[in-house]
Each structure stands twice: as C-alpha cells, then as structure tokens.
C-alpha cells in the first residue's frame, strides 16, 4: 500500500463512527449484553431495575435534545422539560380526547413540540447566555401554566388512560417489551445525534457555539443555526415526552419540574459538553447514582427517611457537579480519552 493511501485508510478510521476491530467488538459486547440484560434481571427477580433502566433510556433521549441546543450550540436551556411536557400533553390529548390513533397523534405531538422550540428560540436568537436561559425559563412557566388550566388536559390532575405503542398485532405493554422497544429508539436517537455532530449543520452549531462573530465571518447564518438547533433538540424532547407519558400511562405537570431541566443541564456538563457518548455517560452517572441512594433508603442499612434520601440525592446531585466543573470540566469524555490514549501509548507514557 503506498503511503498516500495508507494516511487516507488512518484518516478514514480515525473519523469513523465506530473505528477498527477493537471498536465493533466492543459494540457487539455491548449490544449482546444490553440485549440478554432484562432475561438475567427476571430470572433474579429484579425487574424494578428494568423499570429504572426503561426511564435511564427515555432520559438519555430528552438529554441528547438538550446536548444539541447546549452542549452544539451553545444555547443555555432551562426550559427543557417543557418540552418533554408539551410532547407528552399534546400526544395524550389528541390519542384520549380526539380519538387520534397512538402514532398519529405520537407524530404530531413531536411536530408540534419542535415547531414551539422554534418559537421559543425567536426572542432568543439575539441572546447569549443568562438572557437566553431567562427567556427558556420563562417559556416553562407560561407552559406550566396553559396545561394547567387547560380544560382538554384535564386541569390539575391530567390525563389518564394514556393508550401505548403497538406493531402491528405486537403491543408494547410489559417492561420487558417497552426496554427492547426503547432500546431500540434510543439507539435510533443515539446515531441521529452522532451523525448530526459530524455533519455540516451540526459543525456550524459548534463554530456559533465557541465565536457568534467568527461564526458570521465564515458565512454561517447564526439566527439561521439557532433555530435549527431549538427545532431539532426540540424533537428530541418531543420524543422522550411521547414515551415517558405512554409509559407511565398518564401526564400531569408535577412528572416535569424545573428541577429536571437542571439535572438534565448537569448531566450534559458531567459527561462533556457538544459530545453525544458525553450524554450517554452523563445521563447513566446520575442515574445510577440516585438509584444507588434510593436503594440504600429502600434496604433500610442506613435508616434515613424518604425526605432526608430525596435531598441527599440533590446534594449529591450538585457535589458532582461542582467537583466536574472544579476539576473535570470537560466532563466524562475527557476522562475516557485520556484513558483510552494512555492504553494505546502503553508502555511507553505520554
């Protein structure tokens, strides 16, 4: 092989999506153990951890919607669980109240839910920073309030009876089948969220991200690239809000709080900002962590209340946070690089 060719061939493994050998076996690992993990969890009678793991999932695509307007594009959300919100209200009402069938109305609710992150993102697009987190935070508030007073959304106790996804005779309803269900979406959102990265929108949200007036310079249209930005994590949320309301079968406002459009910003800074394996990592370090705490209250070792464990988890929520930002502020992702170039360098050091 001449030389030529073979930079070509290092590049081309280099840039890929999943590189060389190494890179497939450990996706094919991955995708057996993830795939024989819910039989092992009912044969030792362990099925809460399917339900954590269905909600794990189902956080992991409303936090890559998020990676995409914070993490790519710089755009500072404290709105995001509105989305989650919108999605699932406007799927329930129009799958309870109008009759729509589930995929129908699942469709246009991610729709809509898109096209009110791009009427959010209108006043923003001449923001920066804490102006712009002030205008998502306001567009959950003005959101908490319509549900709520909503007649159709059924007022303060919401809706019920939320129907779920079916394939043709196939009906998701046990946890097993809606983990292999959303599994498989969360893969589909996974490699949407990658791809977008690499691509040539997902590199004009980065260059708007780092230097609005650089960004300018080179031709990109900024206003142009927030909106996209809101419009596709948006959908992304709308996503997460269609399934986590079918999921759990109903929606009411307190399932969305504000605290959740928090977590969800920690969780993009822990695993690493405009990275979408960052989120991946960020969503899976929280949650294991709150579900680590709530098993240690739920087993009664230590004897703590329910009250006293819900604000350990925020605190503890928060430490890690501020210890990432002190100390790793590049998150997880970092973290992994360095390890995985300090393994291919070994034994010869830095």
């Known amino acids: 092989m001449k030389r030529g060719s073979r930079r070509q061939a290092d590049y081309g493994r280099d840039v890929a999506l999943i590189g060389g050998l190494r890179g497939w076996t450990a996706l094919a690992v991955l ?7 819910p039989q092992l969890l009912s044969v030792t009678d362990n099925m809460k951890w399917v339900t954590f ?3 794990t999932l189902l956080t992991i695509i409303a936090v890559l919607g998020l990676q995409i307007i914070t993490g790519m594009a710089g755009q500072i959300s404290l709105g995001h669980s509105a989305f989650l919100m919108t999605g699932g209200y406007i799927m329930a009402i129009l799958a309870t109240k109008l009759g729509f069938p589930f995929w129908i109305a699942a469709f246009l609710a991610v729709l809509a839910t ?22 998502t935070l306001a567009f959950f508030t003005i959101s908490q309030h319509i549900f709520q007073n909503l007649s159709i959304a ?17 009906k998701i309803i046990t946890d097993t089948s809606w983990y292999y269900f959303l599994l498989l979406l969360t893969a589909i959102c996974i490699i949407a969220s990658a791809s977008l990265a690499r691509s040539r929108i997902g590199r004009s949200f980065l260059a708007v991200r780092d230097n609005e007036v650089t960004a300018s310079g080179l031709g990109i249209n900024v206003p142009g690239a927030k909106l996209r930005a809101f419009f596709i994590g948006s959908l992304f949320a709308g996503i997460a809000g269609v399934f986590w309301t079918s ?22 800074i822990i695993g690493g900002l405009g990275s979408t394996a960052g989120a991946v990592l960020g969503v899976l370090f929280l949650q294991l962590v709150r579900q680590v705490l709530h098993e240690i209250t739920a087993s009664g070792v230590v004897p703590l209340s329910i009250n006293f464990s819900a604000a350990l988890t925020f605190a503890v929520y928060g430490l890690a946070i501020i210890l990432f930002i002190a100390f790793r502020p590049h998150g997880l992702m970092a973290v992994w690089q360095k390890l995985k170039t300090s393994y291919k360098r070994w034994p010869f050091g830095e």
């Open 247 to 268: 999921y759990v079968t109903a929606v009411r406002i307190d399932q969305f709080s504000l605290w959740d459009s928090i977590w969800y910003l920690g969780m993009i």
């Open 154 to 170: 059924g007022g303060i106790w919401g809706l019920s009876n939320v129907p779920g996804p079916s394939v043709g005779p196939l």
């Open 53 to 55: 793991l269905n909600f």
């Open 114 to 135: 898109a096209s009110v992150g791009v009427l959010v993102a209108l006043p923003a697009i001449r923001l920066k920073g804490f102006y712009v987190a002030v205008v």
């Open 31 to 37: 995708l057996v153990a993830t795939v024989v993990l």
